[in-house]
């Protein structure tokens, strides 16, 4: 059976056809049942013809479209297209990075998607934490394919190299401050800005220290305070990186293996967050897991 | 409500509309008032009482008229046509002044008739007007100080209309309105511009027909036209019974005095009872309680009327309507009508004010020719009686419909769950259809779905030619479970499969399928990859060909040295195989440190119940990749697994994610053991993080089973102490800024992060707060409520307020709608009441108060600002928490040393 023939509109799908649809995709995995239904309810099943526009780039993201038969094409500024097919969405990032621009998609075949609406989709994410962990996996894995496994594309040391000359760790308190300065905990609540400093823990490591090799299971992320740090790949490529990179965190999030061996250059001080201790942070304040979406779907969209 | 309080209840925002509501209502109301003491005079002095009843037809006939030829032209609201009702009033009483002399008695009717019309005509679109720019939750605050314009205007209009009457007939009177009205024309046009509502536009007769089904149709909206008519004929029978004792006692030549002395006295007590009475009332009880004070006054008056007719008693029922009917119950009555959707509340307001207080009018002028033609001396306080009780049974009876529209317009805000669907034919039809599907997750769902609702027996055994592993091995793993014997013929073709994974499965299905050994030590004989010969010893040993020490050895072998993918092997063949006799194996592989490994012995356990089991499954649920399988494994062993887990849960040595994780799952368990557990652990737990999980794993375990019900006690205690602490953080907060803005010293770094501790602490305990009422009353979604509450939509807002003043009662009430109340935090701590706790005066004493907190990051930080400014009075108290942060490891007990570090520096630096 070809797949034209395959593919039939299903207008009076029920409720029960979108269950079974949320069961199937990926992104959706380990969803627990209120989840599936609440999603299958507040979704339809909708049918494109080839050429037809799914979504336009003219209107705000109101809905993610996930593939289940047929293929997507995502047209880029720069004349070439992404190609978006089973399992995989259109929508996401637009929904999640909320910048009030859309983006065009046009089905290349006949083509049946599941339509959840943005509503409905933030809701899913807000009450369902493997919602949100499936999202980042896909996001932080796409980052990963897009601009590759290394943390930066090119050398990035501060000049002069900064180690601290304070041998006692920082206290709790100093290590809130820096993190609530940083990245996704700025203007966050106090208590997961806490409960991650609790989870932070300060190293000190001689020149040479492997962190990790490429390879590996993530299972810690580093953030680099001090001392340089050489990033290589099995093929050859090298950056450095100091004060203020994060490593492996890309990797953990994608629930990857490490693309890269992380080696010391110098002495380093670092702090080192136990992957699934910095999960249970994210679980218990769906605010941040939301920020961490919003921030990796505006970092998809900028240039790479 | 204090003169302060209604500073700050009126927003900067608000502030023009509200003094442009006030003027204009004072204008009008002051207006009407001179009009209604001449039209008064004039009637009583040239007319007998009893013709009363006639005006009274007769005005609800011509409001009939009037209203609908409004209908006619578009129920429109707005500055511009508020302007020009106003200025038309102005116009035609200008002109009955003119002609009230030269018409004679029908110039007497005319003018009373025109007075009591001018309500409909002008204050309906007022207050109308009004109702698009205010929410609920606005007009609680804002509708008090508007309806003082009115009363003063009453004042006002009474104290001119007494210092005129003294000088001039009660005509001269009639001009003295006009004036007003023409004054107050110009006043709309000082309402804000931006605010200017969308008009309505009505279809012809869509007043009568339209209007009168929509009321029809919403239960809500015929018990509001129905209350509002018996009140506006109980209002009106008071009326009368006054009228006429004041026509059989006071002389004719000293009405118009008479009449303008007491209206003003009247008015001067509406005024207090506006200010005093009507915010207090409307703020601490539901609107219906604050619907039905005038009528419980008016029954006593109705009373006393019976025992003691005369003057007297007229007055006290006078009294009660005239203090109370434009303020209180005026507040009340529009409040009323907020229940209803933007959408509609401008049609069904327009008619209920027309058909209840019209149509009460009518009613009760029928009723009292009635009686007095009857000549039943007690007949109309009797009357009054019944009609007030009639009002308060409606008031009562308004409370539920009241409540349900919030509610329903809650709902509207948020996506419901459903309940899960049974599977029927065409569901069938769906899944077996989707077993042909080329997308492989499809079929793995199909078949996941078809075992789960038990239609494994469905499956086709052909699907073993299925080209992808995954699906193949998904199959076998079913047909295992499920015993399907007759795939035993499939599984030997399939048995050199290329795939090691795939003939590892096919010799694990068939050993339990079929209870024949030797195919699997033919298979061994020659068989090389190191998988596929761990799965064959797992059902060797299983069907008793292997045992004893070789037995025991051979396993020992594969869990020591065996490679990660023969480990696997291992635990997956245990698993397909389900044999007991392997539980050690299964619980050292769980120990493993490769994640591969953890999660193919827990899917393992899954086919074996062993309780040997549970601690290896409860050490794994911190574990991202085996957490759903040890999860849902521990489900099955119920109330055997239940005190490992909650002996878990309370053990504060165990790692707070460990223990997050446990609270987390406790909600799948028996739901009277799991809650007992939560419940009490609610209130002890220090970890705000697990405190905080048990609050939402309660929530869950409410979900779970919508018919279960919580112990109230523990509830209303973490309710009390949730509000304590939310109210505490807030006013520990304002004092340490008041303390920064008095010594600009103060202000540093750990200043900020300690008033930023503090502010976020007391959202938190908002947050917690709203959760726990919601667990204390399961009907009313209290999450949902918080989450419009603190969103950015002022209707949502409004209405989640609104439910929330409904369901609560005091003093949690007035304190929880404080606390989240967009008011300055003055008069937040103000609604407290005795959760509010009092704060140390002295910038130190509150930092040392800060230090005792039982909340780490409050302490902390309070012991980082005392180090950062070097106050060594409280070197002591920071000593004195060495011991207790130390213990933490990683808490706060490097600030300790760091802080008394500093201290000591600056102790040092001064000496």
Known sequence: MSDDLRIVPSVASGVRDRLLAVRTLGILHGLDDDGALLLAEYSKLSFFEPEQEVTSADADAESVHVVLEGRLRVPRPDGSSIIIDNGRGVGVIGVLANTGKGFQSIAEVPTRTLEISKEAFLTALDESFSIARNVLKIFAGTLLDDRGTLPTLQDAIPSPSIIEDRTEPRTLVERVIEVSRTGIFTDANIDPIFDIARVMRQIRVPVWHVFFKEGDLPRVIIRVLGGTVRCTKADGAAVEVSSGHMLGGLAALAARKHGFEAKATTEVVAYEINFEDFLVVLEAHPELSMKMLQTLARTLLEPA | MSLVGLRFAIRPDERRDTRAAVF?????????????????????????????????????????????????????????????????????????????????????????????????????????????????????????????????????????????????????????????????????????RGT????????????????????????????????????????????????????????????????????????????????????????????????SVLPVLLLGGGLGMVFASGLIAALVIKGADGTLRYSLHKTSSEMLFLAFPDSARQRLKGFIDVVGQRGGQAIASAAILLVVGSGHKRGLPVMLIVLAAAWLVLAKSLQR??????????????????????????????????????????????????????????????????????????????????????????????????????RAAVIAARSVLDPNAQPLLLRMSFEESPEVRATITVNLIA?????????????????????????????????????????????????????????????????????????????????????AVARALLVTYGDEALPELIATLEDPERKSRLRWRVAQVLPLFNPTRAAAALLSLMRREQDGAIRFQIVRSLEALLRRHPDFELDPKPLAETIDHTLRRAYRYLSRRQKLVHGAHRDPRRNTLGHTLLAKTLLDKAHNAEDRLFRVLGLAHPLEDFVQIYRDIVGGRRDARAIALEVVGNVLVDPIRTAVIGLVDDIPDELRLEAAGPYGEPVPDDYEELLAELLASKSEPVRAVAIYHVGELGISELRGRIDGLSALESARGLGAGSDVERALQRLDDAAQAVT
């Open chain 2, 24 to 192: 204009m209502l004072f204008g009008v109301v002051g207006s009407i008032s001179i009009l209604e003491t001449a039209r008064d005079a004039l009637f009583l002095a040239h007319l007998p009482a009893t013709r009363l009843p006639f005006t009274y037809l007769a005005t609800a006939v011509v409001s009939l008229i009037i209203v609908n030829a409004q209908s006619r032209w578009g129920v429109r609201t707005g500055r511009f046509l508020l302007a020009v009702w106003t200025l038309a009033a102005a116009a035609i009483t200008f002109a009955l002044g003119l002609l009230v002399d030269w018409l004679g008695t029908v110039g007497i009717y005319a003018v009373y008739i025109w007075s009591s019309v001018l309500g409909t005509l002008v204050l309906v679109q007022l207050w109308t007007f009004l109702s698009t720019l205010f929410t609920v939750t606005q007009a609680k605050r804002l509708y008090g100080p508007i309806g003082t314009g009115g009363v003063l205007g009453a004042i006002a209009g009474s104290a001119v209309a007494r210092g005129l009457a003294n000088v001039y007939p009660p005509q001269r009177l009639v001009f003295a309105s006009a004036l007003g009205f023409l004054i107050t024309g110009a006043i709309p046009f000082f309402f804000a």
């Open chain 2, 196 to 291: 200017e509502p969308d008009v309505e536009e009505h279809g012809k007769n869509a007043m009568s027909i339209a209007d009168t089904r929509l009321v029809a149709r919403l239960p809500y909206a015929r018990l509001v036209a129905l209350s509002m008519l018996v009140a506006t004929a109980c209002v009106t029978v008071g009326d009368y019974v006054f009228k006429s004792a004041v026509a059989a006692s006071i002389p004719k030549a000293q009405l118009g005095t008479w009449l303008a002395t007491v209206y003003l006295a009247l008015n001067i007590s509406s005024l207090i009872a506006q200010l005093i009475v009507t915010g207090w009332i409307t703020r601490r009880f539901t609107v219906t309680t604050a619907f």
């Open chain 2, 401 to 502: 419909p009241y409540l349900d529209l919030f509610r329903s317009r809650l709902r509207s805000n948020h996506l419901e769950h459903l309940a899960f669907p049974k599977l029927d034919l065409a569901s069938l039809e769906t899944l077996i259809r989707a077993l042909d599907s080329h997308a492989d997750p499809e079929v793995l769902a199909a078949l996941d779905v078809l075992e789960r609702e038990g239609k494994a027996r469905l499956i086709p055994g052909l699907i073993l030619y299925h080209p992808a592993e995954a699906v193949v091995e998904r199959a076998l793993a079913i047909f295992t479970r499920a015993h399907r014997a007759d795939v035993v013929q499939v599984l030997d073709r399939l048995i050199d499969h290329p795939s090691a994974r795939i």
């Open chain 2, 543 to 627: 069907s008793g060909e292997i045992y004893g020490e070789d037995a025991q050895g051979r396993l020992d072998g594969l869990i020591r040295s065996g490679s990660v993918q023969t480990r696997v092997a291992l635990a997956e063949a245990i698993g397909r195989r389900g044999a007991s006799g392997f539980s050690d194996v299964l619980v050292a592989l769980a120990a493993a440190k490769e994640g591969a490994v953890r999660r193919a012995a827990a899917e393992a356990m899954a086919t074996v119940h062993d309780t040997r089991f549970v601690p290896a499954l409860i050490a794994m649920l911190p574990v991202e990749d085996t957490r």
